[in-house]
Structures are given as C-alpha cells and as structure tokens.
C-alpha cells in the first residue's frame, strides 16, 4: 500500500481519544459529589444570597421570598380581615405558594434524577439563578411599585427560585445549614449538649450559617438604601453564579463511602 493510500484511510478514522473523552465528561457530571468543607462553603454562599434576597423584596414588595414563616403569620392575619398597610396580602399568597411550588417541582425531580448527582446540582442552581435575573430584568423594565403584576412576576421569580434552593440544599442532607431558616439554627445551637467543645462541627455549621444569612441581611438592606433595589438582586445573582461554578470543583464519593451512606441508611 502506498503511503498517500494509508494516510487518506487513517485520516477517515475516529480518533480513539474521543469517545473515551466524551464518556470521562459524563462521568464527571453524574458523579455524586461528597459532604465536605467546599459543599459546606457553598451553602452558606447561598444563606448569605437568601439574606440579601429577601432583605430586598420586603422593602419593595412587603413579603418576603424565602422566610415563609413571617410569610404564613402574614397570610393568617389577612385572612382573619386584620390586613393594613404593613404588607401587601396578594404578594405574600404569590409568595407562599410559589415558594412551596418550586420546593415540589425542583425536590421531585431532584428525587428523580439524583440530589447529590453534579449534573442535577448545576442545572438546579442554574434554573434558580436564571429566575433572580428575571427578577432583575424585571424590576428594570418596569416601575417598582408594591403591588401590581410586575411585582407579583418579581415576588414569584424569587420566591420559586427560593423553594427550589432550600429543596436542593435540604436533600443535600446538611441539615445544619437549611439556607433559609434560622429559628431552628438557633435552637439547635443553644441545645447542641457539645455546645462548649472546642471541636464542633455541627455547632460550627450552624453558627456559620446564621453568620451569613444575617450578613447577607445586612448587605442587602443596606445595598438596597445606599444603591436601589436593583442592586441587592444582582448580588445575590452573583453569589449564586459563584456556587455554580464550585460545583464543577466538589470531589465525587468514592464507593467506599457509597457502602457506608447505604448501611447508616
């Protein structure tokens, strides 16, 4: 065979590092990923967001997105007729029921596709994160008013992408950092029998995570009072941005841990 013949067949050839590639990138996606320092680190990058979210949409909107617990005592009160001006009734029934909305939608198929699969994480933060930049999309097209049919678009916009990220980060089974709420943090912390040990980790998850939601409380109200309200948006868009990136940096459980998660379970 002449050697012009032989490299016109060799180039027709697949490459044989191509299809191996493709399935190690696979692989990589539908890899469980572990209960470690980074996931920790992640999730209370998303309290600090949460805090920043929703010291922004009360201001404007009267409700919040994520504390449903203010959210339902709200909701009770109106419906026995003691509604003022305090808070806006329609925005907090947008609210609740979005926020419960995306914790079904985003939890079922979480159960579905895998919650701790990489893939299923990056695609979730991604949708929730796509829903804050619709909200500030929003917010920019149209006047802020409290009540109205741009509000409610904002108010559902946050409030599902809310549910969807305590659905997330609850079947991450980090209990300690919830990303929402605090009430039961700082219970569990004053309660934890091991609450003046110097080696905690649980305490120091907790402690942690009521650290950053309260900060991002403190940068959202303040961003929203020193800048606008589009600002607070935007930082808690960027912060979700952030974790989505370190998803791509969690290692993945070996099968030695795989073995022991099935026997505690």
């Known amino acids: 065979m002449r050697r012009e013949e032989y490299l016109d067949m060799a180039s027709t050839l697949p490459s044989p590092n191509a299809p191996q590639n493709r399935s190690h990138l696979w692989d990589f996606f ?8 980074l996931l920790e680190c ?22 919040f997105a994520s504390n449903q617990t203010g959210n339902t005592l709200f909701l ?24 419960v909305a995306g914790g079904l939608v985003m939890g079922q198929l979480g159960n579905y596709v895998g919650v701790r ?9 991604l949708i929730q994160t796509t829903l804050v930049f619709c909200a500030l999309i929003i917010q920019y097209s149209w006047p802020i008013r409290r009540d109205g049919p741009a509000a ?6 946050l409030a599902f992408s809310g549910g969807a990220q305590v659905a997330m980060s609850r079947s ?24 003046g040990k110097l080696r905690n980790r649980l305490r120091n998850r907790r402690v942690m995570f009521l650290v950053m939601l309260t900060a991002g409380c403190f940068v959202g109200a303040f961003a929203q009072r ?3 309200s589009h600002f ?7 912060g979700k941005v952030m974790v989505s990136g370190a998803f791509l940096f969690n290692r993945p459980i070996v099968k030695e841990e795989e073995e022991e998660e099935d026997v505690k379970a």
């Open 30 to 37: 539908m890899e469980d990923i572990r209960e470690d320092l």
């Open 42 to 63: 992640e999730l209370l990058l998303l309290s600090f967001a949460t805090g920043i979210q929703d010291a922004a949409a009360w201001p404007d909107y009267t409700c």
């Open 76 to 99: 009770a009160i109106g419906v026995a007729g003691l509604t003022n001006n305090a808070y806006s009734f329609p925005n907090i029934g947008v609210s609740l029921s979005l926020f």
């Open 117 to 125: 699969r990489r893939l299923w994480l990056l695609i979730s933060n």
């Open 152 to 157: 409610m678009a904002v108010i559902a916009c």
């Open 172 to 195: 991450l089974k980090m209990t300690e950092i919830t990303t929402a709420m605090a009430t039961a943090a700082f219970i569990d912390v004053v309660v934890d029998p091991k609450l």
């Open 226 to 228: 020193e800048v606008g």
């Open 232 to 238: 607070p948006l935007l930082l808690c868009a960027i």
